[in-house]
């Protein structure tokens, strides 16, 4: 199955997103990654602490002030949502994350919108939902949620395959080649 813009309430709040190492080896400044709030908690919050860790106010302004949150939403979602049209719906992540690096108009991007834009569509990395051993829904590209939910964004590009959950019935199929 292939991108389907999925609302992002439909979406799983964090389960262990962690610090992201910056390139000069410092560690991100994330007030939702698992160790900040294990620093300032003192406990995992599980999926509904980081529920309610989003409606703290003191934690909303050091949210959208964290380094790992970078790129404009409202550049890189069209031009997602349009390099992916004329993919057929059998194209797979690794087709259309190398045509994305090669992609021209994405070259011309910002270099955080560029980053964004490339870690939408990565071969490995991409937006994805599956259920944990537990038989509770998980993210792969938790940072990336964090920063829309911060971002007030209200759908984003998940890639659905055979071993995920099924998209959710409102959900927009992006690949109409």
């Given at each position: 199955m292939p991108y389907y813009l999925t609302r992002v309430a439909e979406l799983p709040y964090h389960h262990t997103m962690g610090e992201r190492p910056l390139p000069d080896g410092t560690r991100s400044n994330c007030p939702l990654a698992l160790e900040a709030v294990l620093r300032t908690r003192g406990q995992h919050p599980g999926q509904d602490g980081y529920r309610e860790l989003f409606t703290d106010n003191a934690i909303s302004g050091r949210r959208q002030a964290c380094d790992v949150h970078a790129g404009n939403w409202t550049v890189v979602l069209p031009a997602v949502t349009a390099f992916l049209e004329p993919f057929p719906a059998s194209a797979d992540t690794a087709t259309i994350a190398h045509a994305a690096?090669?992609?021209?108009?994405?070259?011309?991007?910002?270099?955080?919108?560029r980053r964004l834009t490339l870690a939408l569509l990565s071969y490995s990395d991409s937006l994805r939902v599956y259920t944990n051993g537990h038989g509770q829904r998980e993210t792969i590209g938790q940072h990336r949620i964090c920063w829309a939910?911060?971002?007030g964004v209200h759908a984003?590009?998940?890639w659905f395959d055979a071993t995920t959950v099924r998209p959710s019935r409102?959900?927009?199929?992006?690949q109409l080649g």
């Amino acid at each position: 199955m292939p991108y389907y813009l999925t609302r992002v309430a439909e979406l799983p709040y964090h389960h262990t997103m962690g610090e992201r190492p910056l390139p000069d080896g410092t560690r991100s400044n994330c007030p939702l990654a698992l160790e900040a709030v294990l620093r300032t908690r003192g406990q995992h919050p599980g999926q509904d602490g980081y529920r309610e860790l989003f409606t703290d106010n003191a934690i909303s302004g050091r949210r959208q002030a964290c380094d790992v949150h970078a790129g404009n939403w409202t550049v890189v979602l069209p031009a997602v949502t349009a390099f992916l049209e004329p993919f057929p719906a059998s194209a797979d992540t690794a087709t259309i994350a190398h045509a994305a690096r090669n992609h021209a108009p994405f070259a011309g991007l910002a270099a955080a919108d560029r980053r964004l834009t490339l870690a939408l569509l990565s071969y490995s990395d991409s937006l994805r939902v599956y259920t944990n051993g537990h038989g509770q829904r998980e993210t792969i590209g938790q940072h990336r949620i964090c920063w829309a939910r911060t971002a007030g964004v209200h759908a984003l590009p998940v890639w659905f395959d055979a071993t995920t959950v099924r998209p959710s019935r409102d959900a927009v199929l992006l690949q109409l080649g």
